[in-house]
T-cell receptor
Framework: ETGVTQTPRHLVMGMTNKKSLKCEQHLGHNAMYWYKQSAKKPLELMFVYNFKEQTENNSVPSRFSPECPNSSHLFLHLHTLQPEDSALYLCASSQDLGTSDEQFFGPGTRLTVL | GQNIDQPTEMTATEGAIVQINCTYQTSGFNGLFWYQQHAGEAPTFLSY????GLEEKGRFSSFLSRSKGYSYLLLKELQMKDSASYLC??????????FGAGTTVTVRA
């Protein structure tokens, strides 16, 4: 595998379920990101990790819980979500923070909350 | 907060030129990015501007004016495969990326 991969690609869950989204990057990057993309809205930055340490939590509700066990893997744990949380969740990585390096995006997980 | 504006939709003919404008107001500036996103796919990097002027990369060019808070992406010799959403993103003083809502470009034969 190359680039940034995400699993699952599609997820349907009820409001009382607990699920996790997984992201893996094979680029040797040090920074990883979670974004939310809703229809007709800009990508919203959720979390930033640099060298496994969380550097940004963009006022995300606690029902979203990120985990970064190492620089190559990033998880987003989901619990008691709301229907308005239905969106495309994108993971991205970059070599470092604060440089001209572009972010490489995964294909996303299409989440539907019933 | 950050404010990044770009048109919602544009339509052009195959072989033509289209210019997508982006204006921004952000807390600090550390570069502007353009991404392309085909429906159902990941955004992919197109260009990066941090100094004023034009950056050319094949059929795509991107321009930046920091004093005006303005950028454009120029797509030349349009092809059907260029039909996609084009995202303008600005990196602020905290090195966070803020995105516009995207411009959907439709290329017609």
């Amino acid at each position: 595998e190359t680039g940034v991969t995400q699993t699952p690609r599609h997820l349907v869950m009820g409001m009382t379920n607990k699920k996790s989204l997984k992201c893996e990057q094979h680029l040797g990057h040090n920074a990883m990101y979670w974004y939310k993309q809703s229809a007709k809205k800009p990508l919203e930055l959720m979390f930033v990790y640099n060298f496994k340490e969380q550097t940004e939590n963009n006022s995300v509700p606690s029902r979203f819980s990120p985990e970064c066990p190492n620089s190559s893997h990033l998880f987003l744990h989901l619990h008691t979500l709301q229907p308005e949380d239905s969106a495309l969740y994108l993971c991205a990585s970059s070599q470092d923070l604060g440089t001209s390096d572009e972010q490489f995006f995964g294909p996303g997980t299409r989440l539907t909350v019933l | 907060g950050q404010n990044i504006d770009q048109p919602t939709e544009m339509t052009a003919t195959e072989g033509a030129i289209v210019q997508i404008n982006c204006t921004y107001q952000t807390s600090g500036f550390n570069g502007l990015f353009w991404y392309q996103q085909h429906a159902g796919e990941a955004p992919t990097f197109l260009s990066y501007n941090v100094l004023d002027g034009l950056e050319e990369k094949g059929r795509f060019s991107s321009f930046l004016s920091r004093s005006k808070g303005y950028s454009y992406l120029l797509l030349k010799e349009l092809q059907m495969k260029d039909s996609a959403s084009y995202l303008c993103a600005v990196r602020d003083s905290d090195y966070k990326l803020s995105f516009g809502a995207g411009t959907t470009v439709t290329v017609r034969a």
